[in-house]
């Protein structure tokens, strides 16, 4: 669940002793820093090129491994924060299905 995954991450970061260095500010620019470590694996492709990723396994496990950054950095903020990310999600898909109904999607 995304509690787990917070305990978990909160664990990794308290048994490192980083809590100082977890400002939201910090955390938010690591967060947008690591989030185009993702774009680049997609930089300049096409997008059947971008699509076929997918398929190949050893670029899949490169972006998987930045993505799983993209996460950890979201859920370290979350902590810092005090926020409740499954919460915030929840809400923001209610308010995406007023503003995007499905027939006018």
């Not at 398929?55 to 799983?68: F, H, S, T």
Request: aromatic letters at 6%.
């Amino acid at each position: 669940t995304v509690a787990e995954l917070r305990q978990a991450m909160q664990k990794f970061v308290d048994e490192r002793e980083w809590r100082p260095f977890h400002t939201p500010k910090n955390l938010a620019m690591s967060l947008a820093i690591e989030a185009a470590e993702v774009m680049e694996h997609f930089q300049w492709l096409t997008a059947e090129e971008s699509q076929a990723v997918a398929g190949d396994a050893g670029k899949l496990q490169e972006v998987g491994e930045e993505l799983a950054d993209v996460v950890c950095y979201s859920l370290a903020l979350t902590n810092a924060l005090g926020l409740d990310l499954a919460d915030a999600v929840a809400r923001k898909m209610v308010r995406n299905a007023v503003k995007y109904p499905p027939p006018q999607a």
